[in-house]
């Protein structure tokens, strides 16, 4: 494993605002070109200008199995000279990779000077034989890379790095959320997903789509693992919409099952969600505003940072950072990634670990190495949330 900064002070729920990171890599030249990283850099809650990134320091590593095969060192890594464009309130950057035979794991880490937030994402690079994922993107309508796995209805997109008739594949599947980290069974298998529909569309051309789902595009229908995955999700996601099934079932982490058939009986949400959390709290309603706003601000980060085929919130990160908040010390290996937090009373740590699992519709899929032995960690979480406890790991 690789660890690139720990920091120099913990808490169970890490405050937010939390600096976040999303990579890809693209080989826009084609197969005879230089692989090149894309990184998505955003401060939750705060607006970056391009001057903030002559505040930010960054290290790479290129890493296959154990060893390292490239690094450049952190003082050497000049954000503020890779400026590549914004996305989504945050800062794009942009640097070639060098050329490998092998596939390889990018590992960068960064760190805000002027805040002393810092964190690290892991990106997988498919050197060697190349699939449609590696030379073709999804990307905005100025052709910058999406840096994430979703669209919103009706919002303009692009694929760039082809122009070919590709073949799209539509699913209404609605997925399950992540089981709790104790859970041995992990993540329940899907049925064997039939599409519901299959169109065609070019490449490079402006696309807008209207109907919510699971859309895969392949430019060959044989290729299993080389199609591109995206969601469509109605706005505002990644906020949670003020429909009843986007804001009640993504309570299921902190709620019982009671509680969960009750708020999925009733006829009308916002009653229903007052009276769910003036419960919680005993009436106390700014103690109750305040979680809300909270557990929502977290749930909107989780479905941005970690959709992928399903909605971030639930997968197994997504699971992990809504209840536990940004980890404080992230380290990595070859499709794998350790997130450490570390209670300020206690000094104890609590890691999980997750190892990356390639399907169809993405290669940033991880899920969770469970145990039993997380599981007073989770009710201990829960509580937290539950009594409002979060809100003093805050102050």
Partial sequence: MLLLWAASS???????????????????????????????????????????LTAMKGR?????????????????????ELFAGYRDDGLVVKWQLPVFETPATLFVAIKDEKTGLQTAVTVPVQYGRLRFRD????????????????????????????????????????????????????????PTLQADSTF??????????????????????????????????AQPFPQVARRKEEAIAPLVYISTSKEMESLQASEELKPALDRYWLKLFNGDTKKAAQ????????????????????????????????????????????????????????????????????????????TLVRYLEYEPIWYTAIEQWRYGYVLKELQ
Avoid: C
């Avoid at 939390?18 to 607006?47: C, F, H, M, N, S």
């Avoid at 789509?209 to 469509?232: A, F």
């Fill in 10 to 52: 913990f808490r169970l729920h890490a405050q937010l605002p939390a600096l976040q990171l999303k990579g890809q890599v693209i080989y826009t030249a084609g197969i005879e070109g230089k692989p090149e990283a894309y990184l998505w850099i955003r401060i939750a809650g705060d607006t970056l200008g391009q001057e903030r």
């Fill in 60 to 80: 790479y590593q290129l890493i296959q199995a154990a060893s390292v095969i490239h690094e450049v060192a952190v003082e050497d890594f000049k954000l503020n």
């Fill in 135 to 190: 030379l073709a993107f999804v990307a905005d309508a100025k052709g910058l890379p999406l840096m994430r796995e979703f669209v919103r209805v009706g919002e303009p997109f692009q694929i760039k790095g082809t122009n070919d008739i590709l073949w799209v594949r539509y699913f209404k599947h609605h997925f399950t959320q992540a089981a709790p980290p104790m859970d041995l069974k992990g993540e329940k298998a899907s």
């Fill in 200 to 233: 065609q569309i070019r490449g490079d051309v402006s696309l807008s789509w209207q109907q919510e789902g699971l859309y895969l595009i392949q430019k060959d229908t044989t290729d299993i693992y080389g199609g591109i995955g995206l969601r469509v999700e």
């Fill in 291 to 366: 979680v809300i706003r909270l557990y929502y601000r977290q749930l909107k980060e989780v479905n941005m940072m970690f959709t992928t085929y399903k909605e971030g919130w639930k997968t197994d990160r997504g699971m992990i950072y809504l209840i536990f908040g940004p980890p404080q010390q992230i380290s990595a290996g070859q499709d794998i990634e350790q997130w450490v937090y570390t209670n300020k009373n206690s000094f104890s740590k609590i890691t999980f670990t997750f190892k990356r699992q390639v399907n169809a519709f993405t290669d940033r899929h991880y």
